[in-house]
């Protein structure tokens, strides 16, 4: 959110510099992001001089270009060549001396320097009004009331608006300070804890009176909860055209575009007192009457953007006795805002329900500044007196006169809250005990009445604008705000205490397993949980109905919890693809949510990405790409970290992979693991191949927990390694072999290892060659020849009759 301190000091008369104000406001948890500079003509006219020609005579060289002698006020005057074809000896002009920036209309930064101009010396430049960012003529050179002193600065001459801008990052609580007059309290209050009194002035309305009662728009207000408060007053005879530079400057530097005298006004009040209002050309409105209501589901709506909209059987409308005009705190329609050719308006200043408004601009996408003052909360109390203000400025600014009385529906008055502090809790919660006149004093400044003191505490009234203070908590908040965080002492001593914790308590296992993976190159990602409901389509794994919805969606593509990781996780591959980062390792610890039929669950997982080459590309080694059994080497050592052996693999029943392998143990499956599917890449963008892993879990975490480890000494005597080369046939693989040799030595037998896979030209067809070798080892004695050639010649002979095996 923009706030102008120009704008600011119209409401609190402060001399502080804007950094100074700026560390105030982010003290009182109004924090400054930034701060921006704001002219309103670019580079704020400085180098620019008020000149009178002495001279003006034809160039010898150019017959459209002249020759002037330029008296600046300087010891000698300055020769100038000047293509305009109105100068003339005796004008007064702004004169650009040698060493000044100007701006062209795309805002690019050009400087005068000293030159020839076709073989004639030239020392500056005397300047149009586009020139100077002063306007958009170019017809000729600026000139200037004759009574004006030579060598005066131009930007003393210029309505010239310079400005310090605060970027504040408004947390949605604090919807009393999104104007610049909730600001003013703000200040006000930080102020007066520094002993410094301050008034805080708002813009009087005791002038405001009806005029003529000659336009009279009736309003019936049929949804009193979705609107409980609406008022409207109509201005005849008024003049829509630009409007005066004073209040196009205030809008500017908060970064809107000026539209019309009228609509700037309704902004300009928004911003000011944080009221959103909208005007209505009151010829449009059908049978002069307002009818604030919902519609029927499906009724077409074309809103100022000129997009048809379906509406929804909640969502409020403003409408006349034919049709619906408006978003009722959202967006305005087409048909009925005001034109050039406007001459009477009806003027709407209301109260609408956050909740109401918030549902309504999440369905049709829209974030407006009304609806995001609506959404949060605005002062229900505010309503009449914005609107009187809103008609004093139009009928000053654009003329015209009220016509009618202020129609103000309020049924049902919003009540201030009623609130209790305990002085006791306040020193609780604040960690030392603050002066009660301080707190009654802050208390006050904040506009938050005290009814009575007791020794106790205080009975408070919180005004209805305040709808983020209704607990002590929030009172003593407040108070702490205010009082200043910085000026609460901390204690020389510290008491702590050591629980008792499980070394398998989630955040220390997944600790051990994120530093794991960071030290093989893995970096960690954390992907929304939000999703679009779309992905399930890519699996027949997932299933819509299992998809938890939201109720107030924030966007299309934020609908639904996600059922897996991979989808949130491919976003951020292609991400980083798209952005020329092609080899990537990535994890993320996260959950997935799904809706069933008589309850919603919630499952931890742990997923692996990789893609592109192992390693980095280096002049003095070959570029290994990312394969399976990378991955699976990967995965393994997660397991192994965790204690988890005597694994069972089997071949993945994933749909998105279109290879991969499935770890259990025991009747838990653990992880999922492979080759993700083209068509799932292909809808991310993805042209290159991406290795994913899905851990439950849950099911690793209890696994882990119940795993017993077991401690043996190092083996004393030495591994033996023997090789086998076997023809086999195309469907035995490898798990074959190694199922076969695990049941022939089961003692001496330790390990068993694919090394190289052979198919192609001198085999017969149908045939594969496989290179396994298999690691024999006794823990009380060293092996002997003849015990290992026994073992050897029992495996062959088992491979030859079971699988058909050859040794080659």
């Known amino acids: 959110m923009k706030i102008s301190y120009n704008w600011l000091k119209q409401f609190i008369k402060i001399n502080w510099d804007a950094e100074k104000t700026g560390e105030l406001l982010t003290d009182l948890g109004l924090e400054i992001e930034g701060i921006e500079r704001y002219e309103s003509v670019k580079g704020g006219l400085e180098g620019i001089v008020v000149g009178e020609v002495l001279t003006c005579e034809q160039h010898p060289n150019a017959d459209r270009l002249k020759i002037t002698t330029v008296n600046i006020g300087d010891d000698a005057p300055l020769q100038i060549v000047c293509g305009a074809p109105n100068v003339a000896a005796g004008q007064k002009v702004p004169v650009a001396t040698i060493g000044t920036t100007l701006y062209t209309a795309e805002g690019e930064a050009w400087k005068i320097k000293k030159g020839k101009i076709r073989g004639e010396e030239s020392h500056g430049m005397i300047c149009a009004e586009d020139e100077l960012g002063l306007g958009e003529s170019h017809d000729g050179i600026m000139v200037l009331d004759p009574k004006i002193k030579v060598g005066t600065a131009a930007a003393d001459i210029f309505n010239i608006e310079n400005d310090d801008v605060f970027e504040i990052g408004l947390t949605p609580n604090r919807a009393d300070a999104m104007s610049h007059y909730g600001v003013a309290r703000d200040v006000k209050a930080g102020l007066l804890q520094q002993e410094i009194a301050v008034e805080l002035i708002t813009p ?86 307002i009818e604030v209501k919902t519609c029927k589901a499906g009724t077409k709506f074309t809103t100022l953007d000129e997009v048809v909209r379906e509406l929804h059987e909640d969502d409020l409308m403003i409408c006349d006795a034919e049709k619906p005009m408006c978003i009722a705190g ?125 020794e106790a505490g205080l009975g408070l009234t919180v005004p209805a604008y305040r709808n983020d203070v209704q607990r002590e908590a929030d009172i003593i908040e407040e108070i702490l705000r205010v009082y200043g965080y910085n000026n609460v002492g901390t204690t020389e001593k510290l008491n702590a205490s050591i629980s008792n914790s499980s070394r398998f308590e989630d955040y220390k296992v997944q600790n051990v397993i994120g530093n794991q993976l960071a030290s093989q190159g893995f970096f960690e990602i954390m992907a929304n949980s939000l999703t679009s409901p779309k992905y399930v389509e890519l699996s027949d794994d997932l299933n819509a109905d299992h998809s938890v919805h939201m109720l107030n969606p924030l966007s299309n593509d934020l609908e639904v919890m996600r059922q897996s990781l991979l989808f949130s996780g491919l976003e951020a591959v292609s991400h980083n693809i798209n952005r020329k980062r092609n080899d990537l390792k990535l994890f993320e610890f996260g959950k997935t949510y799904h809706q069933y039929s008589e309850e919603r669950e919630e499952n ?95 099911n690793v975490l209890d696994m882990a927990q119940h795993n017993k480890i077991k401690f043996t000494a190092i083996p004393k005597y030495p591994e033996v390694r023997r090789d086998f080369a076997l023809l086999l046939d195309n469907s035995v693989n490898f798990e074959d072999i190694h199922t076969i040799a695990k049941q022939t030595e089961k ?58 095996a050859e040794l080659r």
């Not at 109260?351 to 009304?370: E, I, Q």
């Open 204 to 289: 009087s309305v005791s002038s405001f009176h009806v005029d003529a009662r000659s336009l009279k728009i009736d309003v019936e207000v049929k949804d009193k909860e979705k609107c409980p408060r609406y008022c409207g007053v109509t201005i005849s005879g008024v003049k829509v055209e630009p409007s005066p530079d004073w209040i196009q400057h205030r809008l500017k530097s908060i970064g809107l575009s000026p539209i019309n005298n009228i609509v700037d006004i309704t902004n300009y009040v928004l911003h000011e007192l944080g009221q959103p209002l909208h005007a209505f050309d009151a010829h449009k409105i059908s049978g002069n009457k």
């Open 747 to 804: 003692q001496l037998l330790k390990n068993v290892n694919l090394f190289d896979v052979y198919e192609g030209k001198n085999l017969p067809a149908g045939k594969k060659s496989y290179a396994v070798s298999f690691t024999l080892q006794d823990e009380n004695k060293t092996l002997t020849d003849k015990q290992i050639d026994k073992i050897m010649n029992k495996l062959q002979s088992n491979f030859e009759s079971k699988l058909g």
């Open 604 to 698: 931890k997982h742990l997923s692996l990405f990789v893609t592109g080459n192992k390693t980095e590309e280096r002049w003095n080694s070959v570029a290994s790409p990312s394969d399976f059994f990378y991955l699976k080497g990967t995965v393994e050592a997660i397991l192994q970290r965790l204690g988890l052996n005597r694994i069972k693999s089997a071949p993945t029943k994933s749909d998105i992979l279109s290879e991969g392998m499935s770890l259990s143990l025991g009747k838990k499956k653990l992880v999922d693991f492979g080759l993700v599917k083209k068509s799932v890449l292909k809808h991310f963008g993805i042209s290159q191949n991406v290795l994913f892993a899905d851990f439950n879990w849950d």
């Open 330 to 454: 959202v967006f305005g329609g087409i048909d009925s805002g005001v034109t050039e050719s406007t001459t009477n308006i009806f003027l709407e200043s209301a109260y609408f329900d956050p909740v109401s408004v918030r549902k309504t601009a999440k369905r049709h996408g829209l974030n407006t500044d009304a609806s995001f003052r609506f959404e949060r909360g605005i002062d229900p109390n505010i309503t009449e007196y914005a609107l009187k203000r809103a008609a004093l400025m139009i009928t000053e600014i654009a003329g015209g006169e009220i016509s009618s009385d202020i129609s103000d529906a309020y049924p049902n008055k919003i009540e201030d809250f009623q609130v209790r502090l305990s002085f006791d809790n306040a020193k609780k919660l604040i960690g030392e005990e603050i002066p009660r006149e301080t707190i009654k004093s802050i208390l006050t400044s904040l506009d938050i009445k005290v009814n009575n003191v007791t």
